[in-house]
């Protein structure tokens, strides 16, 4: 989780002459950090792993749940010392990914401000996109930006700043943007690559669409430029997509960079943290991600409830999602790399859906991922989770949060979530034993005295 949107800002600030000091609030690898690990769990393979974390206290809205709270990243008193280390700035910017995170955002914003009363402190990301009148109301700061901010952050710092320019640079596309800072960051292990900006569909829980506006593709040369460079410039092999839409218009977009790529030998691998669409990826292509080293790969499924795909964005169909595993097992893949994203807790679904759903997959032979319905203000989920009374529209936005579903929806509580997540783990070591649970042999009964009642029900 590498932050792509602020280190987007920063080449943008640099290009056009500024100095920039940079702290990254999730640096796992932070001398401090390092000295107090304790239970922090190390590193995993392709350059991921824990976060460092702290046990704070509970806000109010969440005092009854028997869960822990803690914060991930730095502690304050890190953060702290490496604010008074640089040089006081002219302005700071920060920031924002998860829309429920914003007790973070807020704490950060009261420390910068004890130390800085009088620096102008600018605010961006996600959150202040989707929420930006709950922002306003909540973040004490001189601006808050909506969208992207590669342009925008240029007029608001001529605007504000004494003394500031006012004939930056103006940015006319995607292709015009420098590439990410990534010099700024103290450990580069692995690097995120965003060839696209937004999405073509519109699923009935994304927000894209409001981030990102316009689905738009950069030029394939300057991917392969940029991919080329970083694994130079950092020696990194790993390359993370973080596009919503990558195989979009395929083949004058990820074949020409993939292409491109194995010309040069350059020995990188790729990974697809963000799901990919099933129904792009066909013999021609699996081939390709085969031959480019896909080393994660998870695939878009949601859910094999046939109405559901239809409504979510008809982007899949139970028929594309098993060619695509078929294309890829016959490029070279075996069926335990595989992995898929399904979604639960939706408005209206069932758990019976979602044991189906990974039931399949586990049939299939591939690994599932369950991911938590996560309401989203404006989207078209959020206003049946609001219909169906699950959610207050002036809810406290920290009661959005994807782990926070039981909350909210009568049927998937907290014992059955963690059914869910269990039956999900057993398919998925049965997906790397390569053995299928579900043929009637002596494992499938030993399946009754593992799982609950609730869960077996629907097998
Ligand atoms: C890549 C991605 C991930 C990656 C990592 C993300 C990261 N960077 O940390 C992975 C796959 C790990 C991930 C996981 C999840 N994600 Co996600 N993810 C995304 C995605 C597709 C892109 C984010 C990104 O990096 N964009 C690229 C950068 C360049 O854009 P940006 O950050 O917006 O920055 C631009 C502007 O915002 C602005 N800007 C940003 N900062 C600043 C600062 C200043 C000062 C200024 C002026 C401007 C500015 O300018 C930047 C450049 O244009 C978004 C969807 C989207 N299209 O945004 C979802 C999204 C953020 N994810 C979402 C969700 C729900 C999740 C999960 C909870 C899914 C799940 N159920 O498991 C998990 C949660 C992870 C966690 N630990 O909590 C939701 C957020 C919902 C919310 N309530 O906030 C989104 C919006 C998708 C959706 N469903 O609509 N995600």
């Known amino acids: 989780m590498k932050p792509l949107g602020l ?46 974390k702290e046990k704070i206290e509970k806000p109010d809205i969440l005092k009854d749940v028997k869960r822990r709270y803690s914060r991930y990243g730095l502690p304050p008193d890190i953060f702290i010392n490496e604010i008074k280390n640089i040089q006081k700035p002219d302005v700071i910017l920060i920031t924002s990914l ?35 009148e709950h922002a ?30 006012n004939n930056y640079k103006n940015y006319n596309s995607i292709n015009d943007y420098p590439f990410p800072a990534f010099h700024l ?56 997509f973080y ?5 979009i218009n395929r083949e004058k977009h990820i074949i020409p960079i993939l292409e491109g790529l194995l010309k040069d030998k350059i020995n990188i691998r790729f990974h697809t943290p963000n799901g990919l669409f099933p129904a792009m990826i066909d013999d021609e292509l699996a081939k390709l991600m085969y031959k480019s080293a896909f080393k994660t790969i998870r695939l878009s499924l ?11 964005s008809s ?7 098993e060619n695509c595993i078929s294309s890829l097992v016959k490029a070279g893949y075996k069926r335990k790399e595989l992995e898929s994203y399904i979604i639960y807790g939706l408005p209206g679904q069932s758990i019976k859906e979602v044991i189906e759903t990974i039931v399949f997959t586990a049939k299939n032979g591939i690994k599932v991922r369950p991911a938590a319905f996560s309401p989203i203000p404006g989207t078209v989920d959020w206003e049946r989770a609001v219909d169906s009374g699950e959610i207050s529209p002036d809810a406290n936005i920290i009661l959005t949060n994807n782990t926070l579903l039981p909350l909210r929806s009568e049927n998937f509580t907290w014992d059955i979530v963690n059914e869910i997540k ?14 299928n649970i579900f043929n009637g042999s002596s494992i499938s009964k030993v399946l009754k005295d593992i799982l609950s009642k609730p869960i077996l029900e629907y097998i």
């Open 7 to 52: 280190l987007y800002i920063g080449a943008v600030l640099e290009e056009n002459g500024f100095d920039v000091d940079f702290i990254d609030c999730l640096d796992r690898y932070h001398p401090e950090i390092l000295k107090r690990k304790g239970k922090h769990r190390g590193k995993k393979r392709y350059g991921c792993g824990n976060f460092y």
């Open 98 to 132: 998860m829309t429920y995170w914003y007790p973070a955002y807020v704490d950060l914003i009261e420390i910068i401000r004890n130390i800085y009363n009088d620096t102008p402190v600018i605010v961006g990301g996600i959150y202040t996109t989707l929420a930006d």
């Open 136 to 165: 306003g109301k909540f973040l004490k700061v001189d601006r808050i930006i909506t969208g992207e901010g590669e342009n925008q952050v240029l007029s608001v710092i001529s605007e504000i700043l004494p003394g500031a320019e």
């Open 185 to 240: 960051l103290k450990n580069v292990n692995y690097i995120p690559v965003l060839t696209t900006r937004g999405c073509p569909f519109n699923c009935t829980f994304c927000a894209s669409e409001f981030i990102s506006g316009k689905f738009r593709r950069r030029d394939p040369e300057s991917v392969i430029e940029e991919i080329k460079l970083h694994r130079k410039k950092f020696n990194v092999k790993d390359f993370a």
């Open 243 to 247: 596009d919503d839409a990558l195989l």
């Open 302 to 312: 949601e859910t094999t409830n046939i109405d559901r795909l239809k409504d979510i």
């Open 315 to 321: 982007k899949v169909t139970i028929d594309d999602f």
């Open 422 to 435: 269990k039956f999900a783990r057993l398919t998925n070591y049965a997906s790397d034993l390569e053995i």
